[in-house]
């Protein structure tokens, strides 16, 4: 079951600062294929906002996929609510041959834990396509008291999430 937003000039869910509308929407309707690893990757975090399980899916490289995907990621959107996405690093040099990298923080709370997924993804490009091929899981990052929230409202840590 797909989530749709309520308005589409809302602010998308992968963090952008573009609305919905002209962000991750073009791709997850299918009106539009990501053209870089970012793209696909904030996209692919959209849809998990969304719980769009077949987009998630299309976009995960067959070669990665498990005989159990669709029940695991089922299972991983119903009990995870995500907050936020931070892109830390995006790297290019290798854009061309068909490899890309994106290392991100994702931000979510399951029942009364919080937590964040920092993550090195790995895309290729086959077939006029980017896929999410896997990802190195990373130490989570550490904020210190008075350093900006990540959430982007521009309260100190402290006085925001890190209570």
């Not at 029942?111 to 895309?123: C, I, P, V």
């Amino acid at each position: 079951m797909i989530i749709n937003p309520v308005n589409k000039t809302t602010a998308c869910y992968c963090g952008s600062q573009k609305d919905y509308e002209n962000c991750c929407c073009p791709f997850l309707t299918g009106r539009a294929k990501p053209e870089t690893p970012e793209q696909l990757m904030r996209s692919r975090y959209s849809a998990f906002c969304i719980k769009d399980i077949d987009y998630l899916i299309s976009t995960h490289h067959p070669s990665m996929q498990t005989p159990d995907e669709w029940e695991v990621l089922t299972r991983t959107i119903h009990e995870t609510q995500w907050l936020g996405l931070k892109v830390l690093r995006i790297e290019k040099e290798q854009a061309d041959q068909g490899v890309g990298y994106v290392e991100f923080t994702a931000f979510y709370k399951t029942n009364d834990t919080t937590g964040q997924l920092h993550e090195r993804s790995k895309f290729i490009h086959e077939n006029n396509q980017w896929y999410y091929l896997d990802g190195l899981l990373m130490d989570p990052l550490q904020f210190g008291r008075n350093d900006p929230c990540w959430c982007g409202s521009n309260k100190k840590y402290k006085k925001c999430h890190g209570q």
